[in-house]
């Protein structure tokens, strides 16, 4: 076997042992604010917001199998007394990879409150408590696997017993319970901060497609932070961060995106974004253990075009693991695109524009 062959292996190992650890991820964590944190439901700058993620990884390698995540958001904002407010949503995941068509559905309702405490309209502090409850289902398909009984003098007999047990089901439906909590400060319109934290996975649900096991899901910890100041006239700087805590598994994304305002900053959103991150995660043995170390997983160039109530983003992950020969580099790419649709009261700058 060639040595691109060896490595494409090493990729759908080291990624069936990752997809028993850790959740679904996006490197534009801030256009997929739902499936971040609960807590953010609601929290934006109009009444109701739309949003849809896709996100392709490994095509380099897998071609036609390759990892592909997407989803859709919907979540509205409801006043409470003359500060506070409540968000109300949902949302619908999809992930699939490799042959055997290892996907993930998820179906999630989500709810929050937002408390003022401090300041006045236009310039305040919030403490904002999230809860999402949800249904997912894993599923994959055997029928296109290959095992080992069923290679014969080096030739694949498919009608051959695999030896594998009656009892292997194609899919498996769990409840899914999580909670968040953020506290962000306005100081005006371009000039923000947040901080923020989620428990998924509370109830961790069983994850083994054998009758006779049990598997739970690991609970997932996030904490996530960022901010935007202005550097001059027409020019703002979004550093942001996000940590992803999941059994073994740990992973981090940092960087920072520059943003030029196009239009009069009273009148219009209209904004461009530059920006440049990095993805780290800790080393994890083939039996799912933390062996210790970080590595450096990828470069992540994006851009963010505003225009009103429109938000589209592009990014592209630049591999630089170990992995790189395999993928010529090459990572992943992701879409997103949110809309906000805004009436005509007079609602003032509440929250920050993530």
């Avoid at 490595?7 to 997809?19: D, Q, T, W």
């Avoid at 923020?196 to 049990?214: L, M």
Wanted: hydrophobic share 40%; charged share 15%.
């Amino acid at each position: 076997m060639n040595r691109i062959g060896l490595l494409v292996i090493a990729v759908c190992l080291s990624s069936l042992s990752e997809a028993n650890a850790q959740d679904i991820h996006f490197s534009q964590f801030y256009q997929a604010p739902l499936h971040l944190n609960p807590a953010l439901t609601g929290v934006m700058n109009c009444n109701q917001r739309v949003a849809g993620n896709y996100r392709n990884q490994w095509a380099s390698v897998l071609r036609d199998k390759a990892f592909t995540t997407s989803n859709v958001s919907y979540d509205q904002r409801v006043g409470v007394g003359r500060y506070d407010f409540m968000g109300f949503g949902g949302s619908i995941w999809n992930d699939q990879a490799g042959s055997l068509n290892l996907r993930l559905t998820q179906l999630h309702g989500n709810f929050s409150y937002s408390k003022r405490m401090g300041g006045y309209r236009n310039k305040a502090s919030y403490l904002v408590m999230g809860v999402d409850v949800g249904v997912a289902q894993r599923g994959i398909d055997y029928t296109q696997a290959r095992w080992g009984l069923q290679n014969l003098n080096g030739t694949f007999d498919p009608s051959a017993a695999s030896g594998e047990s009656a009892t292997i089901l194609d899919q498996i439906i769990y409840p899914e319970v999580g909670a968040g909590l953020m506290w962000f400060s306005v100081i005006d319109r371009n000039t923000n901060w947040f901080v923020g934290g989620a428990y998924h996975h509370i109830n961790r649900a069983n994850q083994s497609f054998q009758k006779e096991k049990f598997i739970g899901l690991y609970s997932k910890f996030t904490v996530h932070a960022g901010a935007e100041f202005q550097l001059a006239d027409r020019i703002g700087l979004i550093p942001g961060a996000v940590v992803f805590l999941q059994g073994p598994s740990f992973q981090t994304n940092l960087g920072t995106s520059l943003k030029f305002l196009l239009g009069s900053m009273k009148t219009t959103e209209e904004a461009i974004q530059f920006g440049l991150w990095s993805r780290l995660g800790n080393k994890t043995s083939v039996d799912n253990k933390a062996s210790g170390g970080l590595l450096m997983d990828a470069l992540i160039a994006s851009t963010k075009f505003d225009y009103n109530q429109f938000s589209i983003g592009f990014s592209y992950d630049l591999n630089i693991s170990s992995l790189r020969p395999a993928s010529h580099s090459n990572g992943a790419f992701e879409f997103s695109l949110v809309y906000k649709m805004c009436s005509n009261i007079n609602r003032g700058v509440y929250c920050p524009n993530f």
